[in-house]
Each structure stands twice: as C-alpha cells, then as structure tokens.
C-alpha cells in the first residue's frame, strides 16, 4: 500500500492507471476510522482494481466554532486499518497543499443544502462540495462510496456529480451501528459513559416513528411527536432538528405519501449526533 501526501503526485499516479484501463474506486474519509468506514472500503474493494482512500480533515467544511482542532486523528491506526481492507493506496495530504493561501473557487449547491445540518451549520456543505470535487479531480475515480449515515452529504453530492457531469457512480453504503443501535461516528469517542447510555435515544426515537408509520400512520406532526416526546424524555439530550423530509428534494413533509428521509441531530453535551432513517408506502 502506497501513501502519497502530494495532489500532484496522486492526480499523476491516477492518470497513469486510467491509460492502462485499471477501475479505480475510492472512498473519502477524514479518518480516525471506524467500522462504518471500513464497511465503504469493502464495498469498493469488491469491485474495482484499485481502491484509493483519502485521509484529510478538511477544514473548509468546520466553522469557527466547531471542532477543526480537537477532531480525533491517528493516522498510523488510519493506515494498517486501510492496509488490511486491501487498500492501494492511501492520499494523505496536509491542508496547504490542498488549499492556496488565495483560494477563492468553491462549489455550492443551493436547493439541498439549506435546511437539516446546513441551517446548523452555515458553510459546511459548501466546504464539503470543493473538496469532495477537489479529490475526485485529483483520484480520477469510476465510482466513490460514501456512507447513507450522512444522508444529507451524500445526497448533495449525487446531485453535485448529476449537475456538474462528473462521469463517476456514488455508491451508498448502509449505517453500521454498535449492538445498541447508536450509529458509529468518529465523534462518539467525545461522549462519556453517561452520555453514551442516553444517546440511544437517536435510534429509539427512529424506531419509535418506523413503528407508528408500519401501523398506518402518514401525518408527520405525529410521527414527530413521538420521536420529540422521546428524545426530551432523555437525561441530557438537546435536540437541534427532527426533520421529515421528501427522500429525493429534501423539501420538509407534512403528509408521507411516498418516501421521506427522517433525520434527527442531538446534542449531549459538546457533541453533536445525528442518525436517520427513510420511510417508504412503497
């Protein structure tokens, strides 16, 4: 397995395995992995001759407010884990070397970015949008993989590659989650065992509103209440949205009559959550 920090050397190394008809699939991470990205990895492995990772905590997409500094690294763990999914190659660059200290072309999407996490946190999908759009120039992949646990992101950018015709598939891969149903993220290692216990809650409110729609309920302001009357019931949890919204549009619901996206972010203390679920008569 090769690591490679330059783009220039990683665009030159893609281009040279695109001449000679090699797949090229890639999954995009910021690291600190856990079973969730690994699952990604797999899914690639599995049909492409070479799987690239990328490694890169990318400060476009944080505010000034938010975690850029204290976000969990260890790039060492990072690499053998990329090792052992039979990974090629792993990009790894520093954020200089990725940004221009004049950079001033960015990427954003302006129907789906909006509400959800976009409302929270102004700036981030544009900062996700430029770089996902950055690797994807530098790694020259025929398909990416990225995880249905962002379910906004991965949405935004299948939308990204429709309108901006990159010739590349976006593959989505399920949530992985712990054996008590919290959605693995890198940001768990932020909550104590306390705040582990109760962020559950994510999932059982999820279940709560699966079971009140398998039982024939269609109007969203109950099926909202019942993940809310939760969620508050919750020691320590804080909700920033419980949102029902169309699966495709992300436009907010207030009847399901086909498939909705229901999304929900949480805070315990400094740490933010979110986990989702879609919805579907179908």
């Known amino acids: 397995m090769d690591v490679i920090s330059s783009p220039a050397e990683t665009q030159r190394r893609a281009l040279e395995l695109k001449r000679a008809g090699k797949t090229i699939g890639f999954v995009p991470t910021m690291g600190f992995l856990h079973e969730g990205h690994l699952s990604l990895m797999r899914l690639a492995r599995a049909r492409c001759d070479v799987l690239v990772a990328s490694v890169f905590v990318n400060p476009a997409q944080f505010g000034p407010n938010e975690d850029l500094d204290a976000y969990p690294r260890d790039f060492e763990r990072d690499e053998a884990l990329c090792a052992g999914e039979g990974v090629d190659l792993v990009f790894y660059p520093e954020p200089a070397t990725m940004y221009a200290p004049d950079a001033s072309v960015w990427v954003d999407e302006d129907a789906l970015s909006g509400g959800l996490c976009g409302s929270a946190r102004p700036g981030h ?48 891969g399920p949530i992985v989650r712990e054996p008590d149903g919290l959605a693995m993220s890198s940001r768990n290692k932020y909550l104590d065992e306390e705040q582990r216990r109760n962020a559950r809650c994510l999932r059982r409110a999820l279940d709560a509103a699966a079971a009140l729609f398998a039982a024939g309920e269609r109007a969203v302001p109950a099926l909202r209440s019942a993940m809310v009357e939760l969620v508050e019931s919750t020691p320590g949890a804080r909700i920033d949205y419980v949102e029902f919204v169309d699966d495709a549009s992300l ?4 009847e399901i009559a086909e498939a909705a996206l229901v999304a929900l972010a949480v805070g315990f203390g400094t740490t933010r959550l979110i986990d989702n679920a879609v919805l579907s008569v179908y």
Do not use: H, S, W, Y
């Not at 544009?126 to 996902?132: L, S």
């Not at 436009?251 to 207030?254: E, M």
């Open 251 to 254: 436009v907010p619901l207030t």
């Open 125 to 172: 999908f544009r900062g996700v949008c430029t770089v996902v759009a950055k690797l994807f120039n530098l790694v020259q992949p025929d398909f990416a993989v990225f995880g249905e646990k962002d379910a906004q992101q991965l949405r935004i950018i299948e939308r990204m590659v429709r309108d901006l015709n990159f010739p590349i598939e976006i593959i989505r």
